[in-house]
Protein backbone atom coordinates (compact mmCIF):
# COMPACT_ATOMS: atom_id res chain seq x y z
CA UNK A 1 0.00 0.00 0.00
CA UNK A 2 1.23 3.67 -0.86
CA UNK A 3 0.25 7.01 0.25
CA UNK A 4 -0.75 9.52 -1.45
CA UNK A 5 0.35 13.47 -1.03
CA UNK A 6 -0.25 16.64 -3.03
CA UNK A 7 3.20 17.81 -4.17
CA UNK A 8 2.75 20.82 -1.78
CA UNK A 9 2.12 18.68 1.69
CA UNK A 10 4.69 16.35 -0.05
CA UNK A 11 7.69 18.95 0.06
CA UNK A 12 6.41 20.49 3.59
CA UNK A 13 6.73 17.28 5.31
CA UNK A 14 9.32 15.55 3.12
CA UNK A 15 11.59 14.75 6.09
CA UNK A 16 8.75 12.87 7.47
CA UNK A 17 7.89 11.04 4.30
CA UNK A 18 11.80 9.98 3.97
CA UNK A 19 11.71 8.62 7.69
CA UNK A 20 8.76 5.98 7.11
CA UNK A 21 8.87 2.66 4.81
CA UNK A 22 5.60 3.31 2.51
CA UNK A 23 6.10 4.57 -1.12
CA UNK A 24 3.95 7.75 -1.39
CA UNK A 25 2.68 8.94 -4.69
CA UNK A 26 2.65 12.39 -5.65
CA UNK A 27 -0.01 14.38 -6.80
CA UNK A 28 -1.01 18.01 -8.61
CA UNK A 29 -4.09 18.74 -9.50
CA UNK A 30 -5.52 15.26 -8.78
CA UNK A 31 -2.97 13.45 -10.99
CA UNK A 32 -0.04 11.89 -10.28
CA UNK A 33 3.32 13.40 -10.52
CA UNK A 34 5.80 11.42 -8.96
CA UNK A 35 6.20 8.20 -6.60
CA UNK A 36 8.34 8.42 -3.70
CA UNK A 37 10.24 5.35 -1.92
CA UNK A 38 11.94 5.85 0.57
CA UNK A 39 15.12 3.64 0.97
CA UNK A 40 15.07 1.78 4.19
CA UNK A 41 19.26 1.88 5.82
CA UNK A 42 20.44 0.15 8.44
CA UNK A 43 21.29 3.12 10.89
CA UNK A 44 23.00 0.62 13.18
CA UNK A 45 25.51 -0.90 10.78
CA UNK A 46 26.00 3.05 9.10
CA UNK A 47 27.48 4.07 12.46
CA UNK A 48 29.25 0.73 12.72
CA UNK A 49 30.83 1.88 9.80
CA UNK A 50 31.65 5.04 10.69
CA UNK A 51 32.69 4.10 14.02
CA UNK A 52 35.20 1.85 12.39
CA UNK A 53 36.78 4.32 9.63
CA UNK A 54 37.22 6.29 12.82
CA UNK A 55 39.59 3.96 14.64
CA UNK A 56 41.78 3.08 11.70
CA UNK A 57 42.38 6.89 10.58
CA UNK A 58 43.48 7.38 14.20
CA UNK A 59 45.27 3.91 14.17
CA UNK A 60 47.02 4.97 11.39
CA UNK A 61 47.22 8.69 12.54
CA UNK A 62 49.44 7.41 15.56
CA UNK A 63 51.12 4.95 13.61
CA UNK A 64 52.46 8.16 11.29
CA UNK A 65 52.76 10.11 14.19
CA UNK A 66 50.85 13.07 13.43
CA UNK A 67 47.82 14.88 14.80
CA UNK A 68 44.21 15.43 13.20
CA UNK A 69 45.49 18.97 12.11
CA UNK A 70 49.04 18.21 10.99
CA UNK A 71 46.90 15.25 8.75
CA UNK A 72 44.40 18.20 7.40
CA UNK A 73 47.24 20.88 7.31
CA UNK A 74 49.21 18.30 4.77
CA UNK A 75 45.89 17.68 2.39
CA UNK A 76 45.13 21.37 2.02
CA UNK A 77 48.69 21.83 1.27
CA UNK A 78 48.63 18.86 -1.47
CA UNK A 79 45.03 20.41 -2.47
CA UNK A 80 46.59 23.67 -3.15
CA UNK A 81 49.34 22.22 -5.35
CA UNK A 82 47.23 20.66 -7.31
CA UNK A 83 45.06 23.34 -7.98
CA UNK A 84 47.96 25.56 -9.21
CA UNK A 85 49.11 22.82 -11.13
CA UNK A 86 45.50 22.26 -12.91
CA UNK A 87 44.67 25.91 -12.83
CA UNK A 88 41.84 25.04 -11.17
CA UNK A 89 40.64 27.78 -8.12
Known sequence: MSLTAPVREFRKDLAAYIDQSEPVTVTRHGQTVGLFIPVRRDRK???AAYSEAARKASALLTQLNMT?????AEFEALRRAEHEAT???
Open 68 to 72: EDEAV
Open 45 to 47: AEI
Open 87 to 89: GIR
